[in-house]
């Protein structure tokens, strides 16, 4: 079956800076790569999401790659704010399995 | 929309007691999923309802833990009898039809079994 894997477990970047979370999936068939964010004491929201036959996907300054060939997927965030701070996970399914496959999540903290 | 709502917020209880976990998904969504979050395992996917019928219940930890889905605006996700291991954020989550559809959480419940 499908695994995920997220990396790092712990992100810690100055405020400004850039921050990169990335992920790799052992499934080919996998088709939808998600990401979710996760504030203190609330559910996983979406904020960004790309099918495989995109290679990048912006939103303002998140942004999302995928490199299908090495199975792998980044979310890429921008001029990290304060409000940037949060839990964020990956992941994958195929569009014969709505299910998802999660990642272990990524707890960023962002320096003032 | 009010979204998904899951109650009650915050369960405390005793080991050996019924524990019983309530959700109503967003109306029109026709997939729910239940899934419970500690810091040793992450997220798990416990079960998945597409139009009230379990689809794949394969993440239930064991017989002590059930789920059912009797309309589409509610489930219930019931441990009997519940163990301190089981203390956990148990989130509700649901979607619309299609392959490529957001999962809405809710809010969570948070179980605590001494």
């Known amino acids: 079956g499908e695994n995920v894997e997220q990396h790092p477990s712990t992100l810690s970047v100055q405020e400004g800076d850039s921050a990169v979370i990335k992920c790799t999936y052992s499934d080919s068939a996998s088709n939808y790569f998600p990401w979710y964010k996760q504030e203190l004491g609330k559910g996983p929201q979406l904020i960004i999401d790309?099918?495989?036959n995109v290679g990048e996907k912006k939103d303002q300054r998140i942004a999302v790659t995928l490199n299908k060939t090495a199975k792998h997927f980044s979310l890429h965030i921008t001029e990290t704010q304060p409000e940037d701070s949060a839990v964020y996970f990956c992941?994958?399914?195929?569009?014969?399995?709505?299910?998802?496959?999660w990642g272990a999540g990524t707890k960023l903290i962002i320096k003032p | 929309d009010a979204g998904v709502i899951q109650s009650p917020r915050h369960e405390v209880t005793e080991m050996g007691q019924e524990v019983t976990l309530r959700c109503k998904p967003i109306?029109?969504?026709?997939?729910l999923f239940w899934y419970r979050q500690t810091m040793m395992r992450g997220l798990e996917l416990l079960i998945y309802?597409?139009?009230?019928?379990?689809?794949?219940d394969s993440g239930m930890p064991e017989d002590r833990f059930s789920a059912k889905m009797p309309n589409a605006s509610f489930s219930t996700l019931k441990i009997q009898p519940s163990e301190p291991r089981d203390s956990a954020v148990y989130f509700c989550a649901s979607s619309g039809s299609g392959a490529y559809n957001e999962q809405f959480f809710g809010p969570g419940t948070r179980l605590t079994v001494l």
């Open positions: 790309i099918r495989s």
């Open positions: 109306s029109g969504h026709n997939s």
């Open positions: 992941a994958a399914s195929t569009r014969s399995n709505y299910q998802l496959i």
């Open positions: 309802f597409n139009n009230n019928v379990p689809i794949d």
